[in-house]
Structure formats: structure tokens, C-alpha cells
């Protein structure tokens, strides 16, 4: 006797099969027509074509002849932040571009200013209802990075907020620490870096309060040997590591990140042929965010060329206040077929499966028996209508472990 058994399915279509895919395996998804969907402790125990399913179930819910994916999961968010970047916005609208505005003491700057004066709570109230729209876009798991605190304390505080946002929503919240911006003198760059070696990640670690330690990379930022030492100190603490990289510049950060393991790169849209087949040779995950192109008008990552030499892709939103304010997990998946030139099928595979693998999670990103029963009910019968369609959101059902969550 199951517990819930969802019927009335017109098509379950997910990739399959665990771990991340690769090149031309991110376009082989997995469907079943008329489906049903069997669910136990959260988990999904049965999958299969209705006509066969023999057994019983306490609860059976009709979906009333709609398609069925897996949960989205948004591998690259900045969900928590204070205050707001319209100033900039307009400046770039201008002619501005982001280099000049954060030379300014504006762009990431102002943020850092706003975020740090706010306590854990009033941080947590400000991006509950940034992570509940990205929920009802679709995504049942999303990366949240502190990075707008930039000293110990704040940064602490970040990290606070997004455990309280998990006491808040059903959607799996992973925390990043990142480590964002960095001083422009040598000596304060040199202090700064032993304080989040020394002090700040040794803290988060020992506090269980992030998975992972991210960092940028480029010119105005963080330099690939400065990296190379924080990263170290994350991987020591016994956290995983990525890196915002090749965004504007390529400073070597790409390449130090895949020779010290990685989970994943992201950005990457001044990525090169040659480093897309390096990217291909190792395990890490190549993140785009068709967000920030929209946005800041940059040219798009190379998404096609780098599914053509073999590597794993993933999407994420970037949602943050000064490059990429993009509010919908879907939309981002749809921005990636029109911006970076992936199929639909692709797209899918790097919102969900290969998403997850940029996280470290196993146990999301495909509808197989096992695995977490996240899931989205569309309003179509056609799964494809949820890359097509703009400026309205198809998904009618968010369901995390099982559970319907509330619209």
C-alpha cells in the first residue's frame, strides 16, 4: 500500500540515470506517456505507465492529463541582499558599463553597504519572498550565497538568514559562502584574505552554516592566485569549492578551478573554444546564467559550444540585484535555449540533473524510484511549453517530497 499515487499524467519527462550528463547526453531524457507516479516517505517508489500499476495507494490524485518534469534546481543565486540597484540600472542604461559603476563605489559596493547594517531576521524577511517566486517558478532546490557582508560578522549574519529561510520554506536551501568582492590595496586585499582563511571559513565550517566556498574571479576582483590560497583553506575545512570565472576577463581562474576539483565554474561567458574542451576533460560543471547577458547586454556564454566538446552544463538564475534580477528558474531555462543555443532537452537536463551535480546533490534533478519526489505539475500536456513560453509561467504544481506546496 503506497502512500500517494499521482495519475492523470500525459507525459513524465526527466532525465535518468545518476550522475551528470555530458555533451550530446544531456539531450537523452527519459518519457513515459500516461504515466503514473507512486510516493512514499517523500520519496518516489514507483514510476511507470499507468496501465501498469497494480498496487494500492491510501491517496490518488488526478493531474487531470498534464505533463510532469522534475523540480527545477537553481544552482547560482543571491537571494539575500538589502536595499536595491536602480541607480545602476539606469547609469548602464546610459552607458555605463558594470566595471565603471563598481569603480564608483556603486554596483556590488552599494549592496554591501545596505546588506551589512541588517540583522539575520530582517535579511531573512527580505529574501523570503525572492525565494517563494523562485518556488513557484519551479525550483525545489536553490543555492543561496552570502557575499554582500564582507566582514566576518556580517558575512555570519548572511549565512544565519539563509538557515532561517529554510525553516520558512519547503524548497531545499543550499548556503554558499562567498567570498565576493575584495579590497583594492595590496596590503588590506592580503589582511582580508587571512581573515577569511584564519577566522571566517574555520567559523562557517565549524557551524555547519555553508556547503560550499565560492569566489570571484576577474581583474576588479579576486586574482586566480588569491583563489588558489582561499580555496585551499575551504577544502581543508572539509567544504566543497566553486568560482565565479571568465565572466568579463580570463585571469586564470578557470583553469585553477578545474585543477583543484571544482564542483562547478560559472559564468563563463567570455569562455574560449579551448577552454570549453578543458572544461569537457574533467568532472566540473559548467554554469550559465542567460540572466546576466539579458541584463548587462554581454555577449551569452558559449552553452552550445560547450555541450559540442563534451562537457556537463548547468543553468541558474543569478538572481541578485545589480546584474541579473531574474525571478523565474523556468525563464532562465528558456533564456538558455534562445541566448546560449541549447535544445529543449538540453535545458532541461541542466536545470535539473546536471544543476544538482553543481551542488553536490544526488538525490534531486530526475524522477526515477529513490529519488526525492520533487516535481512540477505543468498546465500543458506538452513539457515543452515550459522553455516556450514567456512572461507567463506554466507550472500549475510545485511538489517537494511528495507534498503539494501552497500556490
Given at each position: 500500500m503506497?502512500?500517494?499515487?499521482?495519475?492523470g499524467?500525459?507525459?513524465?519527462?526527466t532525465?535518468?540515470?545518476a550522475?551528470?550528463?555530458?555533451?550530446?547526453?544531456?539531450?537523452q531524457?527519459?518519457?513515459?506517456?500516461?504515466a503514473?507516479?507512486?510516493?512514499d516517505?517523500?520519496?518516489i517508489?514507483?514510476?511507470?505507465?499507468?496501465?501498469?500499476?497494480h498496487?494500492?495507494?491510501e491517496s490518488?490524485?488526478?493531474l487531470?492529463n498534464?505533463?510532469v518534469?522534475?523540480?527545477l534546481?537553481?544552482?547560482?543565486?543571491?537571494?539575500?541582499?538589502?536595499?536595491?540597484?536602480?541607480a545602476?540600472f539606469?547609469?548602464r542604461?546610459a552607458g555605463?558599463?558594470?566595471?565603471?559603476?563598481?569603480?564608483?563605489?556603486g554596483?556590488i559596493?552599494?549592496?554591501?553597504?545596505?546588506?551589512a547594517?541588517?540583522n539575520?531576521?530582517?535579511?531573512?524577511?527580505l529574501?523570503?519572498?525572492?525565494?517563494?517566486?523562485?518556488?513557484?517558478?519551479?525550483?525545489?532546490?536553490?543555492?543561496?550565497?552570502?557575499?554582500?557582508?564582507y566582514?566576518?560578522?556580517?558575512?555570519?549574519?548572511?549565512?544565519e538568514?539563509?538557515?532561517?529561510?529554510?525553516?520558512?520554506?519547503?524548497?531545499q536551501?543550499?548556503?554558499t559562502?562567498?567570498i565576493?568582492?575584495?579590497?583594492?590595496?595590496?596590503?588590506?586585499?592580503?589582511?582580508y584574505r587571512?581573515?577569511v582563511?584564519?577566522?571566517l571559513?574555520?567559523?562557517?565550517?565549524?557551524?555547519?552554516?555553508?556547503?560550499?566556498?565560492?569566489i570571484?574571479v576577474?581583474?576588479?576582483?579576486?586574482?586566480?592566485?588569491?583563489?588558489?590560497i582561499?580555496?585551499g583553506?575551504a577544502?581543508?575545512?572539509?567544504?566543497?569549492?566553486k568560482?565565479?570565472?571568465?565572466?568579463?576577463?580570463?585571469?586564470?581562474?578557470?583553469?585553477?578551478?578545474l585543477?583543484?576539483?571544482?564542483?562547478?565554474?560559472d559564468?563563463?561567458?567570455?569562455?574560449?573554444?579551448?577552454q570549453?574542451?578543458?572544461?569537457?576533460?574533467?568532472?566540473?560543471?559548467?554554469?550559465?546564467?542567460?540572466?546576466v547577458?539579458?541584463h548587462?547586454?554581454?555577449?551569452a556564454?558559449?552553452?552550445?559550444?560547450?555541450?559540442d566538446?563534451?562537457?556537463?552544463v548547468?543553468?541558474?538564475?543569478?538572481?541578485?540585484?545589480?546584474?541579473?534580477?531574474?525571478?523565474?528558474?523556468?525563464?532562465?531555462?528558456?533564456?538558455?535555449?534562445r541566448?546560449n543555443?541549447?535544445?529543449?532537452g538540453?535545458?532541461?537536463?541542466?536545470?535539473?540533473v546536471?544543476?544538482?551535480?553543481a551542488?553536490?546533490?544526488?538525490?534531486?534533478?530526475?524522477?526515477?524510484?529513490?529519488?526525492q519526489?520533487?516535481?512540477l505539475?505543468?498546465e500543458s500536456?506538452?513539457?515543452?511549453?515550459l522553455?516556450?513560453?514567456i512572461?507567463?509561467?506554466?507550472?500549475?504544481?510545485?511538489?517537494?517530497?511528495?507534498?503539494?506546496?501552497?500556490?
Amino acid at each position: 500500500m503506497s502512500e500517494l499515487l499521482l495519475t492523470g499524467i500525459s507525459q513524465v519527462v526527466t532525465p535518468f540515470g545518476a550522475g551528470a550528463k555530458h555533451g550530446s547526453a544531456m539531450g537523452q531524457l527519459r518519457t513515459i506517456l500516461q504515466a503514473a507516479i507512486a510516493v512514499d516517505e517523500g520519496l518516489i517508489s514507483w514510476i511507470g505507465a499507468e496501465r501498469d500499476w497494480h498496487g494500492n495507494a491510501e491517496s490518488v490524485v488526478d493531474l487531470g492529463n498534464r505533463a510532469v518534469v522534475p523540480g527545477l534546481v537553481d544552482p547560482h543565486t543571491h537571494a539575500v541582499w538589502a536595499g536595491d540597484r536602480l541607480a545602476d540600472f539606469e547609469a548602464r542604461s546610459a552607458g555605463a558599463t558594470y566595471e565603471e559603476i563598481l569603480a564608483a563605489g556603486g554596483g556590488i559596493w552599494h549592496t554591501i553597504r545596505e546588506t551589512a547594517e541588517k540583522n539575520s531576521e530582517e535579511m531573512a524577511a527580505l529574501a523570503l519572498p525572492r525565494v517563494q517566486t523562485l518556488q513557484r517558478s519551479g525550483a525545489t532546490t536553490i543555492e543561496v550565497k552570502s557575499g554582500y557582508g564582507y566582514t566576518l560578522e556580517a558575512e555570519l549574519r548572511m549565512l544565519e538568514a539563509i538557515r532561517l529561510l529554510q525553516q520558512r520554506t519547503q524548497s531545499q536551501l543550499i548556503p554558499t559562502l562567498l567570498i565576493h568582492i575584495c579590497p583594492a590595496e595590496r596590503a588590506e586585499r592580503e589582511a582580508y584574505r587571512e581573515m577569511v582563511c584564519a577566522e571566517l571559513i574555520p567559523e562557517v565550517a565549524r557551524r555547519g552554516l555553508a556547503r560550499t566556498v565560492d569566489i570571484f574571479v576577474e581583474h576588479h576582483a579576486w586574482s586566480a592566485a588569491d583563489a588558489r590560497i582561499v580555496l585551499g583553506c575551504a577544502k581543508a575545512a572539509g567544504l566543497s569549492i566553486k568560482l565565479h570565472t571568465e565572466q568579463f576577463q580570463r585571469v586564470g581562474g578557470l583553469e585553477m578551478g578545474l585543477e583543484m576539483g571544482a564542483l562547478s565554474v560559472d559564468h563563463l561567458e567570455v569562455c574560449s573554444l579551448d577552454q570549453c574542451g578543458l572544461i569537457a576533460r574533467s568532472k566540473t560543471i559548467a554554469t550559465i546564467l542567460p540572466g546576466v547577458s539579458l541584463h548587462l547586454g554581454l555577449a551569452a556564454a558559449p552553452g552550445r559550444a560547450l555541450i559540442d566538446a563534451g562537457a556537463a552544463v548547468a543553468i541558474g538564475t543569478d538572481l541578485n540585484p545589480g546584474s541579473s534580477p531574474l525571478f523565474s528558474t523556468a525563464a532562465a531555462m528558456g533564456l538558455a535555449v534562445r541566448l546560449n543555443g541549447l535544445t529543449a532537452g538540453e535545458a532541461l537536463s541542466a536545470s535539473t540533473v546536471n544543476a544538482a551535480a553543481a551542488l553536490g546533490s544526488s538525490n534531486v534533478g530526475r524522477l526515477e524510484v529513490g529519488m526525492q519526489a520533487d516535481l512540477l505539475v505543468l498546465e500543458s500536456s506538452d513539457w515543452r511549453d515550459l522553455p516556450y513560453t514567456i512572461g507567463q509561467s506554466v507550472v500549475r504544481e510545485v511538489w517537494v517530497a511528495g507534498r503539494k506546496q501552497a500556490a
